[in-house]
């Protein structure tokens, strides 16, 4: 059984996409990341068997479930460091009877929904995939059995998480596999190539909506 599951915060103003809100103002930031998190419950409600979406804090359960229907199913996120929350993804994803799990953020929201489906496909002859992302991280990853040790003493939220869990891989003797590199939206020059890419893609109809909802958001923040 292949499970998708997805980390979300909640969409308050203050404490989510931060950097971003520096250049158009804190509520419009989390409105910004309000619509990411909606398109790609949209965008990824058909992969997998089955669909975690992991949210956070643990009293957003009701604002989550307006967003997610009945095509994902609600955990709250564990407790603990990033890297005890991803592990107790994987840990509990496994105990339900996955026999490959792929975890995503929400920060890509125009991730491409083939690498997914190629992540997943590759899961069956390497025992972690990683979906590199530009700042050093990654945006996807995926097992076919949980390890903890391997998000132990990892510096997230750094350049060199990706390369820390690569020396990780090969330290407990799992094989890597990767994924094509994307990106992630933190900042504002980030949402605009965002948006530019938004601006040729006409294929993706909830991509088209997603561009159509961020329009309206920059157009009631103040000029930069």
Known sequence: MEVLGMFAKHWRAGEVKTRLGAAIGLPAAAAVHHQFVRSAVKRFQSLGDRRVLAYAPADAEQSFATVVGDAWQLQSQSSGSL???????FTTAMAGGATKALLIGSDSPNLPTAYLQQAFSQLERCDVVLGPAEDGGYCA????????QLFTDISWSTSDVLTQTLARCHALGLRPLQTPTWYDVDTWDD?????????HDDADLDLRQLRTELSKILADCPPL
């Open 141 to 148: 990853i995926g097992m076919n059995s949980p390890c903890e």
């Open 191 to 199: 949402l605009q190539r965002l948006q530019a890419d938004l601006s």
């Open 83 to 89: 890297g005890d929350r991803i592990s107790h993804f």
